[in-house]
Nanobody
Framework: EVQLVESGGGLVQAGGSLRLSCAASGFTFDDYAIGWFREAPGKEREAVSCISNVDGATYYSNSVKGRFTISSDNAKNTVYLQMNNLKPEDTAVYYC?????????????WGQGTQVTVSS
């Protein structure tokens, strides 16, 4: 059974940090790219960051570049999103998704999401 399980969300003050984790199972982790998306009320889903376990390529949206860092631990089949200098506009439900090989498209598998709330 394919599973992506996010954790690490919570409530933090502006300027604070959180680290999200996405634990994957049920598929060959090394063959996939793992991306983070977020959805805020009244806004379209945004692709935040992605890392390919095939070639190590990473992607960041302009809104998080320089504040967020994505990393992958292939031994643990887990991708992390370190979020620093958080802003109220980062408040959203964060989802991780797996796409075959590269950071493209909408993902083949999705997690259930974790809430991130940044207070001003």
């Amino acid at each position: 059974e394919v599973q992506l399980v996010e954790s690490g969300g919570g409530l933090v003050q502006a300027g604070g940090s959180l680290r999200l984790s996405c634990a994957a199972s049920g598929f060959t982790f090394d063959d996939y790219a793992i991306g983070w998306f977020r959805e805020a009320p009244g806004k379209e889903r945004e692709a935040v960051s992605c890392i390919s376990n095939v070639d190590g390529a990473t992607y960041y949206s302009n809104s998080v570049k320089g504040r967020f860092t994505i990393s992958s631990d292939n031994a643990k089949n887990t991708v992390y999103l370190q979020m620093n200098n958080l802003k109220p506009e980062d408040t959203a439900v964060y989802y991780c998704a797996a796409a075959y090989h590269y950071c493209a498209g909408e993902g083949d598998y999705w997690g259930q999401g974790t809430q991130v709330t940044v207070s001003s």
